[in-house]
């Protein structure tokens, strides 16, 4: 009679690194969300063409008859870079907005790795079956529940 092998249990120290990776995602403040990033995205494009628009403005402008050319200059300069630094400002937050999701996909990519090498899709040696992620559970669940739904909303009709 053969006998199958059973994969071995993980040691405390592998416990103890999923436990902490685990901990780590969880004190994650929460992932911007698509909408935000999209805003974010659009915002940074709408300042991008408004400052070029208003840099163009003030390089066409041309000196007043009475004003030096330097001084003048010097005026173009001082408005340059006004519009340059309110765009700053303005950028600021969508800037960190799409850096931060850009983190949260580093932390997402590291996690999927993590899982993969803690629950790999098959062992070399033994086929296991696979447990189902809590996505698909959710989604097998709420397949049963439609479908329970649509058997009680047939029955009614009979």
């Not at 436990?19 to 909408?35: F, N, V």
């Not at 006004?82 to 600021?92: A, E, G």
């Not at 996909?105 to 999927?112: E, R, S, Y």
């Not at 479908?147 to 009709?157: A, I, Q």
Request: aromatic share 6%.
């Amino acid at each position: 009679m053969a006998t199958t092998p059973y994969p071995k249990p993980p040691s405390h120290a592998t416990l103890n690194t999923i436990q902490e990776i685990t901990q780590i995602y969880s004190s994650l403040p929460p992932r911007p969300s698509i909408e935000e990033i999209e805003a974010a995205t659009s915002t940074l494009d709408t300042l991008n063409n408004l400052e070029q628009t208003k840099l163009q403005e003030i390089s066409t402008q041309k000196p007043p008859h009475d004003v030096p050319d330097d001084l003048f200059y010097v005026l173009q300069q001082l408005k340059n870079t006004m519009v340059l630094f309110q765009s700053h400002q303005q950028r600021k937050e969508a800037i960190h907005l799409l850096q931060l999701d850009k983190m949260f996909q580093t932390f997402g990519d590291l996690i999927q790795r993590a899982s993969e090498l803690v629950s790999p899709d098959e062992d070399t040696n033994t086929k296991k079956k696979k447990l189902p992620t809590l996505l698909e559970a959710v989604e097998e669940e709420e397949e049963l529940q439609k479908s329970d739904d649509f058997e009680d909303e047939k029955g009614s009709l009979v």
